[in-house]
């Protein structure tokens, strides 16, 4: 939402750092300001990484969370699980249809954490209670709600981005640099009312949403605020690509150059390969011990991404 790296190394969460500081120059604020409703609806309940005080400073005008929703096919500590969150998350996009200004609605589901919240008599061949069954039940539950807002018109006039912070291993290696490699990248599919159509073929990060946003509307002047690239846009230079695995304790990244690199938080033991032609997850890269002097591209990213906040009047 801010155009920002989590921290990608050891510390307080850069969100809990922010509660009670100034408001925040993050994308929600900058459509507000332009004269936008922002509304964020999570199936989760909100105290949770203390979302309920840092939405608003972030720019949410509403931020609603678990007690939002009247009923589920199944509900756990999580929240309701996501067919019953994108039934219901249609009255609120309703009600912002309904009122003159455009509007930012962010919505985040939580069925394919574990444990998965999908309801037991939930059937589609594939094992109960695995990731894949989870997944399956949010993939039908989001390919109604398309459809349903596609059948209201709604994609003429609205731009729709469907991504993932994260994804999962058909026969995870806990702890292995692969997993860390695989399990930290998702997909974007972007839904324009243009009906234009492209494949992204080079990697986009978190951080690139915001100013890929203000990018499709127009909103140049505001878009220089924001940290990464537009996914609409064509880049001639490659960059470095970070990322991390908290649960692991480990940090990672590929440099311009193709050199891929994962390290321990402290970036004393690392591991790396030279990807040439491959593909980031061919089986075919074999992981090499490296000196800590060789990752010094993604030393200086770990240490940038744990100074940089963005608040109002606060350079970057």
């Known amino acids: 939402l801010c155009g920002d790296y989590p921290k990608l190394g050891p510390g307080e969460p850069k969100m809990t750092e922010l509660i009670g500081g100034a408001e925040l120059s993050c994308l929600p604020r900058l459509l507000r300001d332009r004269g936008f409703s922002t ?34 096919y199944r509900r756990n500590h999580w929240g309701v699980d996501d067919r019953a969150f994108f039934e219901q998350s249609l009255a609120m996009i309703e009600r912002l249809e309904r009122q003159p200004k455009p509007w930012f609605l962010t919505l985040l589901t939580v069925g394919t ?7 037991e008599d939930y059937e589609c061949g594939l094992e109960p209670g695995s990731v894949a069954w989870a997944m399956d039940y949010l993939d039908h539950s989001v390919a109604d709600f398309v459809r349903t807002i596609e059948a209201t018109g709604l994609l003429a006039d609205t731009l729709v981005l469907i991504t993932s ?6 026969r995870p290696r806990l702890g292995d640099a692969a997993s ?71 940090v ?9 690199a994962v390290c321990d938080w ?11 032609d491959r593909p980031l997850f061919s089986p075919a890269i074999a992981f090499e011990r490296i000196e800590p002097v060789d990752v010094g591209w993604l030393r200086e990213g770990v240490e940038a991404s744990v100074a940089a906040v963005t608040t109002t009047g606060r350079t970057r």
């Not at 990672?252 to 891929?260: I, K, N, P, Q």
């Not at 402290?266 to 040439?276: E, F, H, N």
């Open 39 to 72: 509304v964020y609806l999570q199936a989760a309940p909100m105290a949770f990484m203390m979302k309920d005080q840092f939405m608003p400073l972030a720019g949410f005008e509403v931020a609603v969370g678990e007690t939002y929703f009247d009923r589920s």
């Open 113 to 119: 954490h574990h444990p998965f919240n999908v309801p």
């Open 165 to 170: 912070d994260e994804s999962r291993e058909q």
């Open 180 to 250: 860390v490699v695989a399990q930290a990248w998702g997909f974007l599919v972007a839904l324009a009312p243009s009906g234009d159509t492209a494949i992204i073929d080079e990697p986009f990060m978190q951080r690139d949403l915001p100013l890929s946003i203000l990018d499709h509307l127009g909103f140049e002047g505001d878009s220089v605020q924001m940290g990464g690239r537009s996914v609409f846009r064509d880049y001639v230079d490659d960059r470095d690509v970070l990322w991390g695995n908290a649960h692991f304790r480990r």
């Open 252 to 260: 990672a990244g590929v440099s311009a150059g193709g050199d891929l």
């Open 266 to 276: 402290s970036l004393t033991s690392c591991v790396g390969a030279t990807l040439g």
